[in-house]
């Protein structure tokens, strides 16, 4: 039986098509979907009383008389992307953003609290750490969160890391405020309320990023373990990548204890073997398959002898990173596409 009742309105059969298939991926039988792409239907449907949960309508086909029904909340569709800029329009999505992002607006500022939707699947989360330093780590949480959004997966990413500069990669961004990051992570918090404050979207959500470090606004790995239970609580997300900091401590060790899987990016230079060796020696990271080794090699592909078990090592390198012809100009849908990143998001 269905949970909610979604329309999607538009006269583009083949733009709807792709957001309707997100919405069935994502609740299958538990929502009722009506698309409707014909206007005089349009009319012939409104005539009647309607309940419905979400509507998304091209802004065009909107007129004020469907508020007399039923609407839990309506987003419209708009040519003009600085429509959906300002707080008052909150509702309002760019048309022609990719169909992965209207998706991810509509359902971060949607009720999900109230529609009492249940997934079956799990919030899996996903660490990607290194004790090396400039190893790469941003890069790949990026790609990851990339290559599993256009598999139709909902991600988040959070960067924990106390200088925050992923937003290089970005197309668009604007810094969290220090009120509202303070907000999202007070302990009793209603964490949907927060979202739309703190979530911005580019192929994926992702908390915006903090102008100054998270150390000197006191907010530690804690409370983002905190943060990560309540996510996993609403099940909004199949994933949250973690992009995490070289340094090792005990608030590390809990918040790795929390994650479904590590994913541990070494280097083959003497420096990085001898820098994951001794990292290696302070953590049980043997018989339970939560550690995935990768490595940036920077170089050529390495030979058919080094992508083999190296006896002298006591893990296994899963995936060997390549280096980019042109890092300058990377953006978050080519990391997406990234044969390598594609690689490892099939051990997740």
Not at 110 to 122: A, F, M, W
Not at 203 to 222: A, G, K
Not at 325 to 330: A, G, H, M
Request: aromatic letters at 12%.
């Amino acid at each position: 039986m269905s949970n909610i009742t979604i329309a999607l309105i538009d006269t583009d059969e083949s733009y709807l098509t792709p957001i309707e298939l997100k919405f069935i991926h994502s609740f299958g039988d538990q929502a009722k979907y009506i698309v409707i792409t014909d206007i005089n239907y349009l009319e012939q449907f409104f005539s009647k009383p309607q309940d419905i949960d979400i509507m998304v309508i091209d802004e065009k086909l909107y007129d004020h008389s469907y508020d007399r029904h039923n609407i839990g909340k309506i987003f419209l569709l708009t040519d003009d992307r600085e429509d959906q800029n300002t707080e008052e329009c909150s509702n309002r999505i760019y048309k022609y953003s990719s169909d992965v992002e209207v998706f991810n607006q509509i359902i971060t500022n949607s009720p999900i609290d109230k529609l009492n939707l249940v997934k079956d699947k799990e919030t899996k989360v996903i660490m990607v750490y290194s004790p090396i330093g400039g190893s790469g780590k941003t890069a790949l949480s990026l790609g990851i969160s990339s290559a599993l959004s256009k598999t139709h997966k909902k991600v988040l990413y959070i960067n924990t890391e106390t200088i925050q500069s992923f937003f290089i990669y970005l197309q668009d961004f604007h810094f969290l405020s220090n009120d509202k990051l303070h907000n999202f992570f007070t302990k009793d918090a209603d964490i949907i309320s927060f979202l739309s404050e703190v979530i911005e979207n580019e192929f994926f959500d992702y908390v915006l990023p903090v102008r100054q470090s998270i150390s000197s606004l006191n907010i530690q790995l804690e409370q983002y373990q905190e943060l990560i239970e309540k996510l996993k609580d609403i099940k909004l997300y199949d994933y949250i990548i973690l992009d995490t900091s070289t340094e090792f401590n005990a608030q590390k060790t809990k918040l790795m204890g929390r994650c479904n899987k590590i994913i541990l990016i070494t280097g083959e230079d003497s420096y990085s073997k001898c820098k994951i060796a001794s990292f290696l020696e302070n953590i049980d990271y043997g018989g339970f398959n939560r550690f995935i080794f990768v490595s940036n090699v920077w170089n050529s592909q390495p030979s058919a002898k080094a992508v083999n078990m190296d006896p002298n090592k006591k893990f296994t390198v899963s995936e060997y990173i390549q280096k980019w012809e042109d890092s300058n100009n990377v953006t978050i849908s080519m990391l997406g596409d990234n044969v390598n990143y594609n690689n490892i998001i099939k051990l997740l």
